[in-house]
């Protein structure tokens, strides 16, 4: 199983980013995916879901700032950030589960300047 997240990088305050995460290995359409995020210092904390059924939740930081989807024909996860905020800065990282089985990709680094 492999998920690999690009689309990291420095942006302004105000700015905007989209991820991406290619999984490859597990049946993409089947999982729940998700966004998770971890400043220096600070532990991992959950960003956004998005369900096998399209369904969508979201952490209250990024509400109506952030925007989960999959293509499932590409098997790609994606996450469109807008009015980044200096607080958004960490390492993105991307997830899938499905009952028992859970697996993760390499962070993809963002960082947002004042």
């Known amino acids: 199983v492999q998920l690999q997240a690009s689309g990291g990088g420095l942006v302004q305050a105000g700015g905007s980013l989209r991820l991406s995460c290619a999984a490859s290995g597990i049946s993409f359409n089947t999982y729940r995916m998700g966004w998770y995020r971890q400043a220096p210092g600070k532990e991992r904390e959950w960003v956004a879901h998005?369900?096998?059924?399209?369904?969508?939740t979201y952490a209250d930081s990024v509400k109506g700032r952030f925007t989960i989807s999959r293509d499932n024909a590409v098997h790609t996860l994606y996450l469109q950030m807008n009015s980044l905020k200096p607080e958004d800065t960490g390492a993105y990282y991307c997830?899938?589960?499905?009952?028992?089985?859970?697996?993760w990709g390499q962070g993809t680094q963002v960082t947002v300047s004042s």
């Open positions: 997830n899938s589960r499905k009952n028992g089985d859970m697996h």
């Open positions: 998005i369900f096998a059924g399209g369904e969508t």
